[in-house]
């Protein structure tokens, strides 16, 4: 079993930064490559960006390329979203999640936290 817990979201204005957290428990997690996934209000799930706890090797959506840096803290479990110049379109509720691989389809990720939300104001 993987727990996950995020942290760091709240109200910015475009341009802003904001970093999130995710505090990863479990046996096994360190097994796993973590992900960062959002939704927006009235919209699905979509991801954001993922990382192989080991490896370290990294996967982004188009839309935050170049804004958003993922990235983990093996020593102290925990999974970080630095994201750089805000848009109002980045307002959603943020999720990190837990899988066998760094992918972006949601559907291959087993453990989800519960979320933290990001709101980005013009």
């Known amino acids: 079993q993987v727990q996950l817990v995020e942290s760091g979201g709240g109200l910015v204005q475009a341009g802003d930064s904001l970093r999130l957290s995710c505090a990863a428990s479990?046996?096994?997690?360190?097994?796993?490559?973590m992900g960062w996934f959002r939704q927006a209000p009235g919209k699905e799930r979509e991801f954001v960006a993922a990382i192989s706890w080991i490896g370290g090797g990294t996967l982004y959506a188009e839309s935050v390329k170049g804004r958003f840096t993922i990235s983990r803290d093996t020593g102290k479990n925990t999974l970080y979203l630095q994201m750089n110049s805000l848009k109002p379109e980045d307002t959603a509720v943020y999720y990190c999640?837990?899988?066998?691989?760094?992918?972006?389809?949601?559907?291959?990720?087993?453990?989800w936290g519960q979320g933290t939300p990001v709101t980005v104001s013009s």
């Open positions: 999640a837990a899988g066998p691989r760094v992918i972006a389809a949601m559907t291959f990720y087993d453990y």
């Open positions: 479990g046996r096994t997690f360190s097994t796993y490559a």
